[in-house]
């Protein structure tokens, strides 16, 4: 897809097309890398994480493993 149209799909920051296609190739190698064959994905970025961590009373940082 050109980079034209990626600037105009929903849900993608227009500023973000030059590089998904790179991001998402990526995402790949290190799925194939680590056998993984799903990845769980946010909206949010890992600050707001780490605020609602402290808001809740917890430390920032990496919390239990699951």
Same mark, same amino acid.
């Given at each position: ?10 849900? *993608? !920051? ?5 590089? /998904?296609? =790179?991001?998402?190739?990526?995402? /790949? ?6 056998? *993984?064959?799903?990845?769980?994905? %946010?909206? !949010?970025? /890992?600050?707001?994480?780490? =605020? *609602?961590?402290?808001? =809740?009373? %917890? ?5 239990? =493993? %699951?």
């Amino acid at each position: 897809m050109p980079e034209d149209e990626r600037r105009a799909v929903v849900g *993608l !920051h227009p500023d973000r097309a030059p590089t /998904i296609v =790179a991001g998402v190739a990526m995402l /790949i190698e290190a799925m194939r890398a680590f056998g *993984l064959e799903a990845v769980e994905v %946010s909206e !949010h970025d /890992i600050l707001r994480g780490a =605020a *609602l961590r402290l808001a =809740a009373g %917890s430390p920032p940082g990496p919390g239990p =493993a %699951s």
